[in-house]
C-alpha cells in the first residue's frame, strides 16, 4: 500500500530510501564511491513505480 495517494512508494521503501541516502552523504562527504548505494535507491524507485502503474491498469 503506497504512503500517500501522490506518491507510489510504501513506507518501508520510503525508510529504505531515506537509510541509503544518509549512507550515500556520509559516503561523499569521505570521498568514497556511492555508485552501488544509488543503483539500489533507483531499482527501489523503479520496482515501486512498475507496481504503481500495474495497479492502476486494472
Known sequence: MAATNHDPHTWGELARTVAL??????????GKGTARLEKQV?????????REDARRKK
Open 21 to 30: 541516502g544518509v549512507q550515500i552523504q556520509r559516503r561523499k562527504a569521505r
Open 42 to 50: 533507483e531499482e527501489i524507485r523503479a520496482k515501486a513505480q512498475a
